[in-house]
């Protein structure tokens, strides 16, 4: 059974009077257009935990380009469906107001990020990261989960949360769990949906760069840069095709390694490679771990 909740009090009333004492509750949060990327990350979470709450919010404040909010796929029915299928307990489906009752405030930011805010996707996407900052907080203060379930496609929002779990001091587990991809290697994103069938095709070449860059960087580390150069340079040869980033970076900071000293260079298991291209009108980003 999937128990559904719109208003905030009435689902914290039901997890302080319902929750058994000793119930591990898993929270996946999610804005919906559920695929099976969303359903690996709830799976797990039924594995871990007693009960397990997802939540639909398309979050205004995270979108930093008002048609990419617009456009969002919004799939309410079918994305209840599957929760039935796949055995999540709880659904929190909020309206604006109910998270944000003071209106929604893009500027509005109690956390501090640092630098990994200002590269990749926090340089391309201005204010993107104090909105899942501020959403994602909202989310924990609600639901308190024990643990939250987040994938490693978003693999700078995962280190973003991680930071912003420590400075809310939330007793709270981060599980990242592996990128789901289609079989030509396309990494599961609710914006696929987008993608016209000519760009559909062509979108699994961003993880067959990825990869080539990945044998190439093993092969030679040091030579990082003009691995980035060319692949950046054959990606924006395929149509439609626009990569904003293609860069190596730390896995624990995202110091891109183009900026670090020679001597504070990372072992390759320190590293991943992170991406963003537009297809046509669609951005998609993906990563891979050099181990
Ligand atoms: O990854 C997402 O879908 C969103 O950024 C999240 C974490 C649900 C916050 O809105």
């Known amino acids: ?13 039901y997890l302080s009077l319902r929750l058994p004492a000793k119930a591990r509750l898993g929270f996946v949060p999610t804005m919906g257009a559920l695929h099976q990327g969303h359903l690996a990350l ?23 380009q008002a048609q990419d909010l617009r456009h969002y796929p919004r799939t309410e029915e079918k994305d209840l469906q599957q929760l039935l ?3 999540c307990q709880l659904l929190f489906l909020p309206t604006v107001e109910e998270i944000y ?33 501020q959403v994602v907080s909202r989310l924990l ?29 939330a007793e709270v587990e981060l599980v990242v769990c592996p990128t789901v991809r289609e079989k030509d290697g396309l990494a599961l994103s609710s914006r696929n949906l987008r993608l016209k069938p000519e760009q559909r095709k062509l979108a699994p070449q961003i993880y067959r760069h990825l990869q080539a860059a990945r044998l190439a960087f093993l092969e030679n580390p040091l030579a990082f840069r003009q691995i980035e150069e060319q692949q950046l340079q054959k990606l924006s040869r395929l149509p439609d095709f626009r990569p904003e980033y293609f860069c ?8 891109l390694l183009a900026e670090l000293p020679p001597e504070q260079l990372p072992p390759p298991r320190e590293v991943v490679l992170c991406t963003a291209v ?8 993906d990563n891979l771990m050099m181990a």
């Open 1 to 13: 059974m999937l128990i559904r909740f719109r208003k905030k009090t009435d689902f914290e009333n």
């Open 42 to 64: 709830i799976q797990r979470a039924l594995d871990e935990c007693d009960l397990v709450a997802c939540s639909i919010f398309v979050n205004p404040t995270q979108f930093n």
């Open 85 to 87: 299928e796949v055995g």
């Open 101 to 133: 009752p003071e209106g929604p405030d893009r500027a509005s930011n109690p956390f501090s990020f640092g630098e990994l805010e200002s590269v990749m996707e926090g340089a391309h996407r201005p204010g993107h990261f104090a909105g899942v900052a």
């Open 141 to 169: 203060q609600i639901v308190r989960p024990h643990a939250l379930y987040m994938g490693q496609k978003d693999y700078q929002q995962t280190l973003i949360v991680r930071s912003m779990l420590r400075q809310m001091q």
């Open 248 to 255: 190596f970076a730390r896995t624990h900071d995202l110091k």
């Open 278 to 285: 537009w297809v046509g009108q669609v951005r998609l980003i």
